[in-house]
């Protein structure tokens, strides 16, 4: 190409030729135009300062857009520790609920009730801790099955 190119056909050219989307030799001829010709020049000069301005909004985006989505993530994490916690103390109690208190019509536990109780306290919490154990590690479970199913 050692003809003369158009204005015209430069400022066509100079988005590829800012994006680096040309040939060796289309560049070359561009280059040549824009030493020798002002006005293109400034056309070129301002296309890069666009582009730029674009690459830095494009950018504050998606960095806008992750940091949401670590947001997102933080607030599911958070949730799932406080529904395992949540389960946890709830299940620890279904063995006191399981067995329950007989209250007598005055208010007062039986003796005998609280007498069963001493003895067997150790046996009581173990108990309360596999159900918490076991009823937090099912909500876990449950969890991550509905997340797995959601990300299908």
Same mark, same amino acid.
């Given at each position: ?10 400022? !066509?050219? *100079?988005?590829? @030729? #800012? ?5 060796? +030799? ?7 135009? =824009?030493?020798?010709?002002? !006005?293109? *020049?400034?056309? @070129? #000069? ?5 582009? +730029? ?7 504050? =985006? ?91």
């Amino acid at each position: 190409m050692s003809e003369k190119i158009p204005c015209s056909m430069v400022r !066509d050219l *100079a988005p590829l @030729y #800012a994006e680096k989307l040309m040939s060796a +030799e289309t560049r070359g001829c561009i280059e040549a135009h =824009l030493e020798s010709c002002e !006005d293109c *020049a400034e056309h @070129y #000069a301002a296309l890069t300062k666009e582009l +730029e301005c674009e690459d830095r909004v494009q950018k504050e =985006l998606q960095n806008t857009e992750i940091d949401y989505m670590k947001k997102i993530h933080d607030f599911q994490r958070s949730n799932l520790i406080l529904g395992a916690v949540v389960s946890f103390l709830l299940g620890s109690f279904l063995p006191a609920v399981r067995v329950g208190f007989h209250v007598l019509p005055d208010g007062r536990i039986p003796d005998y009730f609280l007498a069963r109780f001493q003895i067997a306290w150790p046996f009581a919490l173990l108990k309360m801790l596999e159900y918490g154990a076991l009823v937090c590690a099912v909500y876990l479970m449950v969890s991550f099955i509905l997340k797995r199913r959601k990300m299908k």
